[in-house]
């Protein structure tokens, strides 16, 4: 299955694949040129295919969990100032998604939507240290019943052009379901309070609504 954001992309790629494979079995007598072209222009379509992909997670929301809102590798646990909204210390948990990975964000939690605000930027590689603050981000603010304020943050990266946010202020949603989707390359930072308990290490592989980020008892 595919997500609804890859809907037009794919339709173009379609029809540009189409196209090279009849023009060039038109246009070309060499059978090797021939066949490097049609694979090339299928192999870019496939590619286009995977990244669009909208795998079907089920989800058992629970309030003591946080999830990871995407895949992708753990590259940040730290302490950090949080500048935005809470303007004070928070622990941040980065997840680097690779153009190979599923790019649908999911609500890590279950609670209000309390601030959800967009910001144009830059385009660095989304592991670069200023990247949560320089480059093209939206910020979202959940609160939920036991952790309190939880703040995501997905990040453009070098490649990606488009973040697709779908949550709004005074909107209530459920953890594991689809909270928007970054096109080609990114990652998604989570703002979580001081002391909370992780499940996650440094470079660990995350599956967007099924690993652990956090439990509370």
């Keep these: 299955m595919f ?16 196209a090279v494979v009849l023009l060039a079995e038109k246009f ?3 059978f090797w040129l021939l066949k490097f072209i049609q694979l090339f222009a299928l192999a870019f379509l496939i590619l286009i295919l995977q990244f669009f ?6 989800v058992t929301a629970a309030d003591h969990n946080i999830i990871a809102p995407v895949d992708g590798k753990v590259v940040v646990i730290e302490e950090v100032y949080e500048p935005e909204y809470f303007k004070e210390k928070r622990l941040q948990v980065s997840i680097f998604m690779s153009p190979i990975n599923v790019h649908v964000t999911r609500y890590a939690v279950n609670g209000l939507v309390k601030f959800s605000k967009y910001h144009a930027g830059k385009y660095l590689v989304a592991w670069h240290p200023k990247a949560s603050e320089e480059n093209e981000r939206t910020t979202v603010v959940i609160e939920n019943n036991l952790f309190g304020d939880i703040l995501y943050r997905q990040i453009a990266g070098a490649l990606a052009r488009r973040i697709v946010n779908y949550a709004k202020e005074g909107m209530h949603v459920v953890q594991g379901t689809d909270a928007g989707f970054i096109k080609f390359g990114s990652r998604v930072d989570l703002f979580l309070p001081i002391g909370t308990e992780l499940n996650v290490k440094l470079n660990q592989k995350a599956i967007g609504g099924k690993t652990i980020i956090a439990t509370k008892a």
């Excluded at 992909?53 to 089920?58: L, Y």
């Design 28 to 30: 070309i007598e060499s």
């Design 3 to 18: 997500h609804k954001e890859g809907a037009k992309i794919i339709l173009i790629g379609m029809a540009v694949t189409v």
């Design 53 to 58: 992909r909208n795998p079907k997670r089920h």
